[in-house]
């Protein structure tokens, strides 16, 4: 008896690697197989392009907002200032204290007490509506997009002499490090004939970009004293910002947090601020991979069409195969190999041409600006200032292995029916 090949023996690739290749006789076939290949290398290439652009604009994202925002804000549920008066404050007295139990919290990073007003800011005859930040130098220092802005201006360690604002806020004023602006606040000090507003004049002494378009518009910090002074909060805060080790499991501390400040505490953390729209990208996501999955598989479907006319076109070498002892195993895994060369070789194609599109995004984003005449990113509506990619191996990974499943599957079916071919009925008319 005669012993039986291996499966993908060397032999096998040889022929399925001629066939493949086969352009005389066989020219439709390999027009179809360049489709094939080209359709899953476009394929690939766009779904790791897609996935490493959305991993980066949510990592940019998320960035920005624990980068510039307290992860945790410690806010006190009103409380009466004196009993029986039916005034009621949300003011933290003793927020010195609350913030020293909750600095002892282990994985907490830092906490600061802050104080949180809105004023209007203007320079000459210009003028703008600011979110201004109470705060001590030594936490504005602990803010990571603040106190290490690649495109800040001034030095921070003169904090304590002025105010530090943001670029695009500046930018709108004409406000240079060194100018000095006016704040104007309408709950200034109170006397018998009522609230006046309180004018003061500040120096910027820093200018910061905190990566995000919103925060550079509104955002302005003065030293926590002043701000304690200007907006009526003499010995008192109106938060704690606290920062954790893992901003992405900030639910972890909330009870711990909550326990220290003690009765009263109300807690909002910045996944209650932008969690919603997280959520939604994370749809995003599944869908463009649905969509881009899909088109995957209809370039793979080209892989059957190719196989289907190999099969009819190579059926008078099938018959001689099997009359020399080819098992229809061995026919098999033949056309089964010359449909996995295209998804191998389409896969791979596609995964270098993905790869080199995340990593040059810079580059193709200025050119397709230039193209456009610029405008196609605008800051103002999606918050960063620019398209970031982030490669992922989990997403590579999820690409390739799609890929490479699909080409396989639909190669089955046309290697099953060549393989089943009677080689009696291959070659009665040869």
């Known amino acids: 008896m005669a012993a039986r090949t291996a499966p993908f023996s060397r032999f096998e690739f040889v022929i399925a690697w001629r066939y493949l290749r086969a352009r005389r006789a066989e020219g439709g076939v390999s027009v179809m197989t360049w489709i094939s290949l080209i359709g899953i290398t476009l394929g690939v290439a766009a779904l790791i392009a ?15 907002i624990v980068g510039s925002n307290p992860q945790i804000t410690v806010y006190s549920a009103p409380t009466e200032v004196v009993e029986g008066s039916g005034v ?13 139990r909750i600095k002892a919290i282990p994985g907490v990073v830092s906490a600061a007490p802050a104080v949180r007003g809105q ?18 130098l030594s ?14 201006q001034g030095d ?22 060194g100018d000095t602006i006016k704040l104007i606040s309408p709950n200034g000090a109170k006397t018998p004939l009522g609230t006046s507003p309180r004018v003061n004049a500040y120096k910027v002494v820093y200018i910061f970009s ?37 901003p992405e499991k900030v639910e972890n501390w909330e009870t711990a947090i909550s326990d220290a400040s003690g009765p009263g505490t109300l807690l909002w953390t910045w996944k209650d601020a932008s969690g919603s729209f997280l959520r939604a990208l994370t749809v995003e996501d599944n869908v463009m991979f649905i969509i881009l999955s899909i088109l995957v598989l209809i370039a793979s479907m080209n892989i059957t069409s190719g196989l289907i006319m190999l099969v009819k076109n190579k059926g008078r070498d099938i018959g001689i195969l099997r009359t020399m002892g ?60 620019y398209l970031p990619a982030k490669l992922q191996l989990w997403d590579v990974i999820k690409a390739v292995s799609l890929s490479l499943v699909l080409s396989f599957v639909v190669t089955i079916f046309p290697a099953r029916r060549a393989a089943r071919m009677n080689p009696v009925e291959a070659l009665r008319y040869e």
């Open 88 to 100: 009621y404050s949300r003011l933290i007295r003793d927020y010195a204290e609350r913030t020293e």
């Open 210 to 246: 905190a990566g995000r378009y919103d925060i550079d518009q509104t955002r302005l910090y003065m030293p926590f004293r002043e701000a304690q002074s200007y907006f009526n909060r003499e010995g008192g805060a109106d938060e704690i910002d606290v920062d954790v080790t893992d």
């Open 50 to 64: 897609t996935l490493a652009v959305r991993a980066g604009f949510r990592a940019e994202f998320v960035g920005t």
């Open 326 to 385: 080819l098992s229809q195993g061995s026919i098999l895994r033949v056309f089964f190999l010359c449909g996995a060369f295209t998804g191998v070789i389409g896969t791979l194609a596609g995964l270098t041409l993905g790869v080199l599109f995340a990593l040059n995004i810079d580059s193709i984003m200025s050119f397709v600006n230039w193209l456009n005449g610029g405008g196609v990113w605008d800051p103002s509506i999606r918050g960063i200032y």
């Open 139 to 152: 936490d504005l220092k602990n803010i990571p997009n603040i106190a290490h802005s690649d495109d800040a």
């Open 119 to 136: 004023a209007m800011v203007s320079f000459g005859e210009r003028s703008n509506v600011a979110d201004v930040y109470g705060l001590a």
């Open 156 to 177: 921070i360690d003169d904090f304590g002499e002025g105010i530090a604002m943001g670029i695009g806020m500046a930018r709108d004023l004409g406000v240079s490090v």
